[in-house]
Structure formats: C-alpha cells, structure tokens
C-alpha cells in the first residue's frame, strides 16, 4: 500500500512549479498495476477504509476532503464515482457536477457556485468537472476574454489555499485518456442501445480540438499544481487501473489527516436508561 | 419476490382512511422473513435491482423517487440509507437530513426548505427526517400553537399530491423499534467507544416522552397515510429485517414506474468518429 501510493506519486504528481509535460505522459499504468484481480483487490481494500476513515471525519466534524475530477468526454469521471466512493454511500459523499452554467451562476463571479458546492465538515466532496472548467472549455472556446481568463489560475490557486487553510484538503486528479480510447468510448455510445442516451453530438466537436484542450490541460497543470492542491496526472485507459490509482492515494491522504473520534465529556456511568 | 412485497404491504401499509393502530404493529418480522440469510440475499438483489432501475431513471430524466424515513433516534435511519442505497451511489441518491431549522428557514413557511430539498429529475430522494418533524417534535414539545400543527395534516397531503402529480413518487416508511430496542442501542453508544459520539442526552429526553411521541405518529399515520404517497409501518428491532423490506418496497416501486431509456432520433451511422 505505502509502495503503491509512493510509485503512483512518482508517475503521476505533477512537481509544483515544474512543466507538467502532459503529453508525455502515459494513460496505460501496466508499469505501477500489471495485475488486474490484485488491483481490483487492492481497491476493493482501499474503498473500504475510504469508508472507516470517512466516518471517523463525519464525527469528528471539523475538517473536510474535496476530490476534484477533471478529463475530457468519456473519460471516465462518473465511473470513478461508482469505482471509488460507491462503497462510501450517499451518506457520506457528496457529488456536484459542474456543467453550463445558469444564468444566476453567470451572473456572480467563477468560483461563486464552486465555493457553494464546497463539501461541508466531515464530508467527502467530489466535483465532476470544476472551477477548471472556466480556464479549459472556456479558454478553448473563448467563452470569456483572454485576460480575464488570464487571471483566473492565480485566483483559483488562491481559492483552493483558502479552503486547505480552513481544513478542506483538495486533492485534482485529471483522468488521461489516449485519443484512441475515446473514440472507442464514443463509438460504444453509439452501438450500445442501453448507452445511446449518453451520446452527445457536441462531444464530436470538442474532440475535433483535442489538441487544443490537451495544451489547455498542460497549461492548468503547469500553472496550479500547487503544494496545497497538487494535480495527479491519473492513466485512465484502464478503468480498474484509474480506479486503483485514485483509491489508493484517497484512502493515502484521508490516514495522513488522521480523523479521530472525539472523546466524549461524560462517563457512561453519568447516564442510566429506564 | 412478488410474494414478499405482498406480504410486507399485507403487514406494513397503513390503508388510506382507515385507522393505523400503531400499538398493534409489529417491531420484528418474523412471519415474513423468518430466515436471515435469505432475507440479506433478497436484499442484495434488490439493491443491484435498483441500481439499474435508477440508472435507467436518470437517462429518462423525466421523473423521481422520494424515499421518506421517520423514527425515533436510533430507529435505524442512517442504517437503512448504508444498507438499502449505497450499491446505488452517490450518483444517483441525494440525502438530505433535516434537523432543528436554520434561522432563515423558520423565517419561511415550514415546507419551504422540504421543497427546496425535493429530488430532481432522475434521482432517488432519501428524507432523514421530514415535513412530518413540524406535526411530531414541534406538537410533541408544543413549538407551535395547536391550531398551526393542526392545519398541517391536509398541507402535507396537498404537497405530496402535488409532487406526486408532477412525476416524483413518494415512499414514506416509519421505522417502528420497541422501547426495550432503543434501550439497548441508547445503551450501546454509551459502552462503545466508537459510537461514543453519536450519544446526545437529548435523546433520553425524548425517550421519557415515548407515549407522546407515539401518539402523535399515530396521529400522522391515521391522517396522512394518502393514496398517492400511503405510510408504511415497517418492523425495525432486526435491521436486516428493516433493510429486507424497504428495499423489496423500493425496487418494486421502481419496477411499476418503469423508467425506459430514451430513444434515439439518430441512427449510429449519421456519425463517423474520427
């Protein structure tokens, strides 16, 4: 488990104030995860103590983890909810999908409805798509000037020290998947009946400017990986490697903030039950 | 499985119009599910049953399920939610506890933030506590005149009926625990340390006030028990039991609404993915 995390990290951390260099890195993981059923064993394990460690943070209500997944269509953010937090339950983990915004969200400044969805004390948050949105289809689409986009990964790295100052820890993950393995993840959409519904006609638009969205990932990795909210760069061709990956360095980052249960200020000799 | 939810309606549905007598129902269930194995493996099924059912609701995304859970403290509402809803996710079930009122939410009418809370398209609902905390604590302790509670009855029932009549089904279920079980699991969180923090002395106020409380669930049973949202009375000492039953009534709820994926007005072939 700690060799897992470590070999993870030394393949997937991007070094805060280092090039991310994205386009060399892998989407397979058959290096650190060769085998498939011990990966899966290890997350099933993982998930599990994700769980535990999640109750021991609800009771003792003071600080928060945030788990926010990025990755271009298909690439496998939903999945990673059910592959990861499902064990965990509704009860304690909270998803916010972050898609168009409303004409309210637009009418108040970026991270106004991201910091509103930010998870409460003893909750696991996760976003599906984020404050990154507004630097990445935004910026790629040019939905809002230059210079206002400009400015946002600095506002964003403030905004993510703020919430690690005031006990939410935030760990990004951007799931990175090869070109080839979308347009297969595209074409089962296609061919797959009970997977028709998920099919999208724009997703064919954004991924005719792949090239411009994978310099607008490299550019938010190289800008806002940052000591209190570093990026993983997760291989997510392989769901079950993706999902080994994020469970193990969840389950890794929930033991070092260490939740305890609070002691209590009676003893149970203070109460009888009739 | 036809079989089991007829026998549990049989047991635990309060019939519109018709007098609950709460004191004669049953706190186990022993005459429908005898065996304990056999009801944890209906339950598995039922789970995975609803997941897929769930699934299917959210790409029809034209309708919802509410799941209402009342009971006394440590009837087992936390417990039902991990055991009937988390094989469903975080995903698809939104939980919403409700607690003594904010500030700005008794500044609103008492179904303000119910409504606020209500599941949108696609998702399954799950209520800790509910609309029916303003006609049971607050008549219990007298937080309101009596003629305000008393008007509350038939608002419930109007508000139900009208979520019912725009597309969410509303399951209520009140989890029925004997005095001498919540002795015991009162008892429990004061012995092990664990659950050390879920002890409130609070709660043996309550319990001193058992007979009132009974009283006014009676109350909501006999009143509010409508043909579009009916009170179901379910046996809750054994929690596997309690989980048996709610989720054969969950899934087959689901199963009678029928969600279909939607059907595209697109061929495969309108799309080459390059």
Same mark, same amino acid.
């Given at each position: 488990?700690?060799?897992?995390?470590?070999?993870?990290?030394?393949?997937?951390?991007?070094?805060?104030?280092?090039?991310?260099?994205?386009?060399? %890195?892998?989407?397979?993981?058959?290096? #650190?995860?060769?085998?498939?059923?011990?990966?899966?064993?290890?997350? /099933?394990?993982?998930?599990?103590? #994700?769980?535990?460690?999640?109750?021991?943070?609800?009771?003792?209500?003071?600080?928060?983890?945030?788990?926010?997944?990025?990755?271009?269509?298909?690439?496998?953010?939903?999945?990673?909810?059910?592959?990861?937090?499902?064990?965990?339950?509704?009860?304690?983990?909270?998803?916010?999908?972050?898609?168009?915004?409303?004409?309210?969200?637009?009418?108040?400044?970026?991270?106004?409805?991201?910091? /509103?969805?930010?998870?409460?004390?003893?909750?696991?948050?996760?976003?599906? %798509?984020?404050?990154?949105?507004?630097?990445?289809? @935004?910026?790629?689409?040019?939905?809002?000037?230059?210079?206002?986009?400009?400015? %946002?990964?600095?506002?964003?790295?403030?905004?993510?020290?703020?919430?690690?100052?005031?006990?939410?820890?935030?760990?990004?993950?951007?799931?990175? #998947?090869?070109?080839?393995?979308?347009?297969?993840?595209?074409?089962?959409?296609?061919?797959?009946?009970?997977?028709?519904?998920?099919?999208?006609?724009?997703?064919?638009?954004?991924? /005719?400017?792949?090239?411009?969205?994978?310099?607008?990932?490299?550019?938010?990795?190289?800008?806002?990986?940052?000591?209190?909210?570093?990026?993983?760069? @997760?291989?997510?061709?392989?769901?079950?490697?993706?999902?080994?990956?994020?469970?193990?360095?969840?389950?890794?980052?929930?033991?070092?903030?260490?939740?305890?249960?609070?002691?209590?200020?009676?003893?149970?000799?203070?109460? /009888? #039950?009739?």
């Amino acid at each position: 488990m700690v060799k897992l995390t470590k070999l993870i990290d030394n393949n997937c951390l991007v070094a805060p104030g280092e090039k991310s260099q994205l386009s060399k %890195r892998a989407t397979v993981a058959d290096d #650190i995860l060769p085998d498939r059923q011990a990966a899966n064993e290890a997350t /099933k394990e993982n998930t599990k103590a #994700i769980d535990a460690l999640q109750d021991a943070l609800w009771a003792e209500h003071h600080r928060a983890l945030l788990v926010i997944l990025q990755g271009i269509d298909t690439s496998g953010k939903d999945g990673t909810v059910r592959g990861v937090f499902n064990r965990c339950g509704p009860l304690g983990v909270c998803v916010t999908p972050f898609g168009r915004p409303t004409d309210e969200e637009l009418a108040h400044d970026f991270l106004w409805r991201i910091h /509103k969805a930010a998870p409460k004390k003893g909750v696991i948050g996760v976003f599906n %798509r984020s404050q990154y949105e507004d630097v990445l289809v @935004v910026r790629v689409r040019g939905l809002a000037p230059a210079d206002v986009v400009e400015q %946002r990964y600095e506002q964003i790295n403030a905004f993510e020290k703020h919430l690690h100052d005031n006990g939410t820890r935030v760990l990004k993950f951007m799931l990175n #998947i090869s070109r080839d393995e979308q347009r297969e993840r595209l074409q089962q959409r296609l061919d797959d009946p009970s997977k028709n519904w998920k099919f999208n006609a724009g997703d064919l638009e954004d991924r /005719k400017l792949w090239d411009d969205y994978a310099k607008a990932y490299e550019t938010v990795l190289d800008r806002c990986s940052t000591e209190h909210a570093p990026w993983r760069v @997760v291989p997510a061709d392989r769901k079950w490697q993706r999902n080994a990956i994020i469970a193990a360095t969840v389950r890794k980052t929930l033991e070092d903030m260490a939740p305890s249960y609070p002691k209590p200020d009676w003893n149970p000799s203070d109460f /009888k #039950i009739t």
